[in-house]
Nanobody, 123 residues
Framework: QVQLVESGGGLVQAGGSLNLSCEASWRAFSNVAMGWFRQAPGMEREFVAAIKWSGSSTYYADSVKGRFTISRDNAKNTVYLLMNNLKPEDTAVYYC????????????????WGQGTQVTVSS
């Protein structure tokens, strides 16, 4: 069974940075794509970024391209989301998830969500 634990959220001023982590207690972690999503109050959960099992391909929502970087360390069963130049509209609960496949094939395929970590960006 997949267990995902996010951490690294917090309160930051606009223009600041945060580095989120998601640790998986799952032997198959190194074989599957991982994704980051976020959900703001009253909004639908939205795709943020994804990474192929090998780390050789990454995918981003247009709203974060150039500011966020997804990476992974398969030896540590961990995926990261480095967020730079944060904006108030980035405020949300951030979740990691897997699609159980080797690569990213679309946001709708993700499952096994973690509990989330709150990111709040003040203006």
């Amino acid at each position: 069974q997949v267990q995902l634990v996010e951490s690294g959220g917090g309160l930051v001023q606009a223009g600041g940075s945060l580095n989120l982590s998601c640790e998986a207690s799952w032997r198959a972690f190194s074989n599957v794509a991982m994704g980051w999503f976020r959900q703001a109050p009253g909004m639908e959960r939205e795709f943020v970024a994804a990474i192929k099992w090998s780390g050789s391909s990454t995918y981003y929502a247009d709203s974060v391209k150039g500011r966020f970087t997804i990476s992974r360390d398969n030896a540590k069963n961990t995926v990261y989301l480095l967020m730079n130049n944060l904006k108030p509209e980035d405020t949300a609960v951030y979740y990691c998830a897997t699609n159980g496949r080797g690569d990213h094939w679309g946001a709708s395929e993700y499952h096994s969500w973690g509990q989330g970590t709150q990111v709040t960006v003040s203006s």
